[in-house]
């Protein structure tokens, strides 16, 4: 077995709300590298952590981490809609050797998943059915959120079970760093976003338009420095997440507390928990070295915006 991590941001702006050219040059060129390392890495599967933004999961129940045997990407902010190429044998397997190493993990048959899952496949893999993929939720949203040292022992259990079928396989987190853009929250909704964030009902599609085009303005007036509400991109925190990731030193996540990484880098910094997972995956086959870094704080995105290789020691 052959392994490998990239932790990639995702932001629902990009595209749409861009940042001067000579920055979006330089995240460029990070991202065709990390897309020129995947090609010559060439997985024969693909373990995505990515989040949710209240497209697939819900209050009604809310799992702090689920796997799919099967999925299907609802489309938001343009992003490709239908199923994923899931390997549902890879998925049952993976499935079942977390559960058997002591994590209570969920499983859907049917998981409905969002931009979070699909940018990094479009971005990486051109679509959502070019490689073989376990999608795993990982909450990074609603409240309340567990400890991050969970999620740790999330990703251990999945790398240790990813050992088993003998495959080249790529550890993909999606999300974060710094972010909080403006994602409803449960806790003083009106009766009507109260209920939808609650039961899920979906959006007609004027309803997902004026949502999206609500993103879409908050961008435009944190670029332009207008916003008061957010908490602002913090690239010291960035950093210091992304060294704690390089330094191989996860055991120190497990002091992390849920309080410190909203107040320090907003409440959507939580998609972090993505990275944590991927990078637990890594870990778990023995030490690893970051072998790309790359990170621009990109307010038109509401977001530190990091890409990051990481492979075994040796290897």
Same mark, same amino acid.
């Given at each position: 077995?052959?392994?490998?991590?990239?932790?990639?941001?995702?932001?629902?702006?990009? *595209?749409?709300?861009?940042?001067?050219?000579?920055?979006?040059?330089?995240?460029?060129?990070?991202?065709?590298?990390?897309?020129?390392?995947?090609?010559?890495?060439?997985?024969?599967?693909?373990?995505?952590?990515a989040?949710?933004?209240?497209?697939?999961?819900?209050?009604?129940?809310?799992?702090?981490?689920?796997?799919?045997?099967?999925?299907?990407?609802?489309?938001?902010?343009?992003?490709q809609?239908?199923?994923?190429?899931?390997d549902?044998?890879?998925?049952?397997?993976?499935?079942?050797?977390?559960?058997?190493?002591?994590?209570?993990?969920?499983?859907?048959?049917?998981?409905?998943v969002?931009?979070?899952?699909?940018?990094?496949?479009?971005v990486?893999?051109?679509?959502?059915?070019?490689?073989?993929?376990?999608?795993?939720?990982?909450?990074?949203?609603?409240?309340?959120?567990?400890?991050?040292?969970?999620?740790?022992?999330?990703?251990?259990a999945?790398?240790?079970?990813?050992?088993?079928?003998?495959?080249?396989?790529?550890?993909?987190?999606?999300?974060?760093?710094?972010?909080?853009?403006?994602?409803?929250?449960?806790?003083?909704?009106?009766?009507?976003?109260?209920?939808?964030l609650?039961?899920?009902?979906?959006?007609?599609?004027e309803?997902?338009?004026?949502?999206?085009?609500?993103?879409?303005?908050? *961008?435009?007036?944190?670029?332009a420095?207008?916003?008061?509400?957010?908490?602002?991109?913090?690239?010291?925190?960035?950093?210091?997440?992304?060294?704690?990731?390089?330094?191989?030193?996860?055991?120190?996540?497990?002091?992390?507390?849920?309080e410190?990484?909203?107040?320090?880098?907003?409440?959507?910094?939580?998609?972090?928990?993505?990275?944590?997972?991927?990078?637990?995956?890594?870990?778990?086959?023995?030490?690893?070295?970051?072998?790309?870094?790359?990170y621009?704080?990109?307010?038109?995105?509401?977001?530190?915006?990091?890409?990051?290789?990481?492979t075994?020691?040796?290897?």
């Open positions: 077995m052959s392994t490998a991590v990239v932790g990639l941001s995702h932001s629902p702006l990009i *595209g749409k709300n861009d940042p001067a050219p000579e920055v979006l040059a330089r995240i460029d060129a990070a991202v065709e590298n990390a897309r020129v390392f995947v090609r010559d890495f060439d997985p024969e599967l693909v373990v995505l952590y989040p949710d933004h209240y497209n697939g999961f819900f209050y009604k129940e809310m799992p702090p981490f689920c796997l799919a045997t099967e999925a299907h990407s609802v489309g938001d902010f343009g992003s809609s239908g199923p994923l190429s899931v549902t044998d890879a998925a049952k397997a993976l499935a079942q050797g977390v559960l058997s190493r002591g994590i209570d993990l969920t499983v859907s048959s049917r998981m409905i969002d931009h979070g899952f699909v940018q990094p496949l479009e990486l893999f051109g679509g959502i059915d070019s490689v073989p993929v376990v999608p795993i939720f990982v909450n990074g949203v609603a409240t309340p959120l567990g400890p991050p040292s969970r999620i740790r022992a999330l990703g251990t999945v790398g240790e079970a990813a050992a088993l079928l003998h495959k080249r396989v790529l550890f993909l987190g999606s999300g974060g760093l710094s972010h909080d853009p403006p994602v409803p929250v449960l806790d003083g909704a009106p009766p009507r976003v109260a209920d939808a609650i039961e899920g009902h979906p959006p007609t599609p309803q997902r338009a004026k949502g999206e085009e609500r993103v879409l303005q908050a *961008g435009r007036d944190y670029a420095g207008v916003a008061t509400t957010m908490i602002p991109i913090n690239p010291g925190w960035d950093n210091l997440v992304l060294d704690t990731f390089e330094n191989g030193a996860l055991a120190r996540i497990d002091d992390w507390t849920v410190w990484m909203g107040a320090e880098g907003g409440g959507s910094s939580h998609e972090v928990r993505t990275w944590i997972a991927a990078y637990a995956s890594l870990a778990a086959a023995g030490p690893y070295e970051m072998t790309s870094r790359f621009e704080p990109v307010p038109e995105w509401i977001a530190g915006f990091s890409v990051t290789i990481a075994p020691k040796g290897k």
